[in-house]
């Protein structure tokens, strides 16, 4: 073959392949994920197939997040919208509408059983009637619920996406094969610690369903959301439950003020356990950049705390 057309071939197929790959990522589904950890389970399920915008981003609160143009602009152009429901994006209903976006929304959190505000919870604070009946919308925090936001992100996926219905079952299953070996491990180390010793302070109540699946008492000076202000009994009363009960494990999470953990940390006498990531995941050079590596650093961090009271 004449060189000159060997060249020409060579040059055929390169620009072949080009055309080929800027076809496949105009043609990926286009989802929007209303905050980090939600993105990172609608990649693991989606993978190649899918482009994800994250509107909280890394270490931002949804809690008091408000909607730019940019995520107007984002939700329009979206084929797919997740969202995890149960209260947590109180400002995404306006955002839809504001957008014009008429496509299917997944509400990740569909068939999950909604943990409401314990009476011990309601007692330990002022404003527990401001909060009586309150839905916990942070169900990730057991693994077990985060296999059915897997299964609900899959569900959503096919729809839009049909040709790669088979794709997006096998990553999920993949998937929660990963979850499910965690879910066991977080049990294994939790229960090496006496269960008199399974107690910890964190900055909100955002942890329920954590210590309800993993046999941890959890107490905090804030609700369910960071709007929320801590009153000063509620402070003085974690106080004195830590100097009572000897707890250790207290901690600071990455969306929080950390000045009110640290005074009451302070004020106890007790030395903080570092820092949790509980309604967000880290930036990718930090602890926490995946659902998967939140859980195993938020874990160690406070068995670790926990052992020292031992």
């Given at each position: ?12 197929a ?13 043609n ?20 190649d ?75 330990a ?26 299964n ?10 049909p ?28 229960a ?35 709007e929320?202000?801590?009153a000063?009994?509620?402070?003085a009363?974690?106080?004195?439950q ?20 640290q ?10 356990g ?15 950049p995946?659902y ?18 031992l």
């Open positions: 073959m004449p060189r000159i057309t060997r060249i020409l071939l060579v040059l055929l390169f620009c072949c392949s080009g055309g080929a790959t800027e076809a496949r990522a105009a990926k589904i286009k989802v929007v994920a209303s905050f980090s950890i939600l993105e990172d389970l609608v990649k693991n399920v989606g993978g197939r899918v482009e994800v915008t994250s509107l909280v981003g890394p270490n931002g609160d949804v809690h008091v997040y408000q909607p730019t143009p940019a995520d107007v602009k984002a939700v329009s152009a979206a084929d797919l919208v997740v969202v995890n429901g149960l209260g947590m994006e109180g400002w995404m209903e306006r955002l839809v509408q504001t957008s014009g976006y008429k496509g299917p929304i997944v509400v990740a959190t569909k068939g999950i059983k909604p943990r409401e505000m314990t009476k011990e919870e309601e007692e604070h002022e404003h527990g009637a401001k909060h009586k009946h309150e839905i916990d919308p942070h169900a990730w925090q057991d693994l077990g619920n985060g296999i059915i936001y897997v609900n992100i899959a569900k959503g996926l096919s729809t839009v996406d040709a790669g219905a088979a794709i997006y079952q096998a990553n999920a299953t993949a998937y929660k094969a990963k979850l499910s070996d965690l879910d066991r491990w977080v049990k294994t180390e939790f090496a610690i006496p269960k008199a010793k399974r107690r910890m302070i964190t900055s909100h109540d955002a942890l329920g369903y954590f210590g309800a699946a993993y046999g941890v008492e959890i107490r905090s000076p804030l609700g369910f959301s960071t929320s202000e801590a000063a009994g509620d402070i009363r974690l106080i004195k830590i100097r009572q009960e000897k707890i250790t494990a207290v901690f600071i999470e990455n969306i929080t003020d950390p000045r009110l953990m005074q009451v940390a302070k004020e106890s006498g007790v030395s903080l570092g820092e949790l990531y509980s309604d967000s995941l880290s930036k990718a050079d930090e602890p926490a995946t998967i590596e939140m859980f195993k650093n938020n874990v160690t961090k406070i068995v670790a705390a926990m052992r020292q009271g």
